[in-house]
């Protein structure tokens, strides 16, 4: 398949699904970050499976450098593109602040799939799932907008993860990707 081509998914029926759950594993870029990479409260703190199980400030977690100031984002790459259809960001101190989510296709192209209020509430961690329709492009990175207007205190992320069908495993299941345009 040509690198951004634009595919239709036809699957078997009564076959499983390539389905890959994976955290990010590269910073590609950040608005600005409270310590300094790989540092506590770095955007590299977002890299990886959770490490911050209590609600509260924890230098495992990526922060800004000042409370209040604005939108901040986060972008973060994955190791394999995938054909994506959720994401997940790990929420550990003054929930609800998401704002917006992107992916970045194979050229760098970002596409809003979400924009809108996250209801995850203070208090206790929250894992912020967004579900949409499955790319039809292969999606390498999740761009992550922060509202620190919202509360009082810092905003901290743990991790990030991306859903999708992994393209390297598809035929495996009895899935065919068709080329349809680039």
């Not at 890299?47 to 509260?56: E, R, T």
């Amino acid at each position: 398949m040509p690198v951004g081509g634009v595919v239709d998914i036809v699957t078997t029926p009564g076959q499983g699904i390539a389905a890959i759950d994976q955290y990010a594993s590269t910073v590609i870029a950040k608005s600005n970050e409270y310590g300094l990479s790989p540092g506590d409260y770095s955007a590299a703190q977002t890299l990886g499976a959770p490490n911050v199980f209590v609600y509260g400030d924890n230098r495992n977690a990526w922060t800004i450098s000042s409370q209040n100031s604005g939108t901040h984002f986060l972008t973060l790459g994955f190791a394999t593109p995938v054909f994506a259809d959720g994401v997940t960001v790990r929420e550990t101190l003054s929930n609800g602040f998401v704002t917006q989510i992107d992916v970045v296709d194979m050229n760098d192209v970002l596409h809003t799939v979400w924009t809108g209020v996250d209801a995850s509430l203070p208090g206790t961690i929250a894992d912020f799932r967004i579900n949409f329709a499955r790319t039809n492009f292969l999606v390498k990175g999740v761009k992550v907008y922060v509202d620190t207007n919202r509360d009082g205190g810092y905003e901290e992320i743990d991790a990030v993860s991306l859903h999708g069908l992994d393209p390297t495993q598809l035929h495996n299941f009895g899935v065919q990707t068709v080329i349809v345009g680039q």
